[in-house]
């Protein structure tokens, strides 16, 4: 017999008794139990990324914002910076911007509708009204393998709040 022709010892003993039906009932089971965890952490990575991606988009909108009261109350500038924040949604994507007024002495405290009604509530010193600007995204997304005891789509928000410069 020629070299060329032997099989290896390890192939040999694999093949020889249980050791070669165990290797192949071990195939089997990581192949029916991997395929799913890997598409589960699939799906898990999917949403994540959506996710940070909703929320940049959030931030982007209240940075362009807050630089100044007109570009506050601009709607439509703050919805564009969002939306270009996120190329993956793009006008797909809901943008709310929101402004409000709060004391300074009390920033957590009630917030105002209007500078006005700030301004009359916000007395003493060292408690003028601020502006802040409130920045909230959201889209349904869609995952590409549905699970039947997961749901098909998630909504995703992202919520960014910033103080409006003066």
Same mark, same amino acid.
């Given at each position: 017999?020629?070299?060329l022709c ?5 192939v040999? /003993?694999?093949?020889? /008794?249980?050791?070669g ?5 071990? #195939?089997?089971v990581?192949?029916?139990? *991997?395929?799913?965890l890997?598409l #589960?952490? *699939?799906?898990v990575?999917q949403?994540a990324?959506?996710a =940070?991606?909703?929320q940049?988009?959030?931030?982007? #909108? *209240?940075?362009?914002g807050?630089t100044s009261?007109?570009?506050? &109350? +601009? ?6 910076a969002?939306?270009?924040d996120?190329?993956?949604? /793009?006008?797909?994507?809901? !943008?709310?911007?929101t402004?409000?007024?709060v004391?300074?002495? +009390?920033?957590? #405290?009630t917030?105002y509708s ?6 009359s509530?916000?007395?003493? &010193?060292?408690?003028?009204p601020?502006?802040f600007?409130?920045?909230?995204? +959201?889209?349904?997304v869609t995952?590409?393998?549905?699970f039947?005891?997961? /749901? =098909? ?5 992202? !919520? &960014?709040v910033?103080e !409006?410069?003066?």
């Amino acid at each position: 017999m020629s070299i060329l022709c032997r099989k290896p010892k390890l192939v040999r /003993g694999l093949l020889r /008794g249980e050791d070669g039906s165990s290797m192949i009932e071990m #195939g089997l089971v990581v192949a029916l139990f *991997a395929a799913p965890l890997l598409l #589960g952490t *699939a799906e898990v990575a999917q949403i994540a990324y959506d996710a =940070a991606e909703i929320q940049d988009a959030a931030n982007a #909108g *209240a940075a362009c914002g807050m630089t100044s009261s007109t570009l506050a &109350s +601009s709607t439509a500038t703050i919805t564009a910076a969002a939306q270009a924040d996120a190329p993956d949604f /793009g006008t797909n994507l809901t !943008v709310t911007p929101t402004t409000y007024w709060v004391c300074a002495a +009390s920033v957590t #405290g009630t917030q105002y509708s209007s500078l006005t009604s700030a301004t009359s509530a916000c007395t003493g &010193s060292n408690n003028a009204p601020l502006e802040f600007l409130q920045v909230k995204t +959201s889209d349904a997304v869609t995952l590409p393998i549905h699970f039947s005891k997961l /749901g =098909a789509s998630y909504t995703i928000q992202g !919520v &960014s709040v910033q103080e !409006v410069e003066q």
